[in-house]
């Protein structure tokens, strides 16, 4: 089975857009090129990534759209368009014809409106993802789960995906947090088709979380959802401010060791395969 990270980036900070970015930082603030990433690839058996937006301009899109071209296991890119101008809905045309373009991410984790992707002025964007049949990555923290379910209940037909498990604060980790995220992350598997991403999780602790910690997370994302809807990703290189990109594929294997061989393949390759299109 070939194995697919469903959630990496590449960037330039010098290209300056990405506004996030903490300003000389020691990890995060240097570029990052497929180059950067083949130890990873090579170390764990991957043989393709799906290359996800991290600035909000249509420019970082072709840019990245760019380095998909002359990178083979670059399969597909998810971009990034601004959905408070009806004016791309053109924009978002000319992408979906390019053959490796997959769907958008709009930044929600920033938008301090946890309501935002409600808006009436912002739905035509929805509609324009499910008219073309593109994807879209939800991004956001546990303040979004309520909305989102909202959200996809209003679009069952549109393909959406939970980046980072909406992000659970384990920083913040306690019997009380963890049963309010557990809940609605229930809710969101048993009452729309959403699919999630078993990606992200050791940069929402202030240290490398043990398996300990992490392991009540990872068992009922794969218990709610089901293998057939959970796909791994590195969310390198950001995940790189707690390990390497090997470091995080051997312990996501440990935390899924419990599933059969064919649901391992579905989480470390064939549910993105199918949910990105391959």
């Known amino acids: 089975m070939a194995q697919v990270d469903a959630h990496h980036h590449f960037w330039h900070p010098a290209r300056g857009d990405y506004g996030w970015m903490p300003v000389d930082h020691p990890v995060l603030t240097r570029p990052y090129h497929p180059v950067d990433l083949g130890p990873g ?51 978002l ?18 938008i301090p409106d946890s309501n935002w992707m409600l808006k009436p002025e912002v739905q035509w964007a929805y509609e324009e993802i499910i008219s073309l049949d593109l994807s ?28 980072h498990c909406l992000k659970p604060q384990l ?5 009380e947090n963890l049963a309010g995220w ?24 202030d240290q490398m979380p ?3 910690l992490l392991r009540p997370y990872t068992d009922h994302v794969l218990d709610v959802f089901g293998p057939d809807r959970v796909m791994w990703g590195s969310d390198w290189p950001v995940a790189r401010l707690r390990c390497d990109y090997a470091e995080w594929h051997d312990m996501a294997q ?7 061989p064919e649901d391992r393949d579905r989480v470390f390759g064939r549910t993105a395969e199918g949910f990105y299109r391959l």
């Not at 935390?255 to 059969?260: D, G, M």
């Open 254 to 260: 440990r935390l899924t060791a419990r599933l059969s």
């Open 93 to 110: 045309r000319r992408l979906a014809r390019h053959p490796k373009f997959a769907g958008v991410r709009p930044m929600i984790q920033d």
């Open 136 to 163: 879209f990555d939800c991004l956001g923290f546990p303040r979004h789960l309520d909305p989102f379910l909202k959200l996809l209940r209003r679009y069952p037909q549109m393909r959406a995906v939970l980046d």
């Open 41 to 91: 690839l090579a170390a764990t058996g991957v043989t393709r990534t799906i290359l996800v937006q991290a600035a909000p301009s249509v420019q970082e899109t072709d840019y990245l759209l760019g380095i998909a071209d002359c990178t083979p296991h670059v399969a597909k890119v998810v971009g990034w368009i601004n959905f408070e101008d009806p004016g791309q809905r053109d924009v």
């Open 210 to 212: 043990s398996e300990q």
């Open 182 to 205: 557990a809940e609605g992350m229930t809710r969101l598997a048993q009452d729309t088709g959403v699919f999630c991403k078993l990606s992200g999780l050791v940069t929402e602790a």
């Open 171 to 175: 920083r913040d980790h306690s019997a």
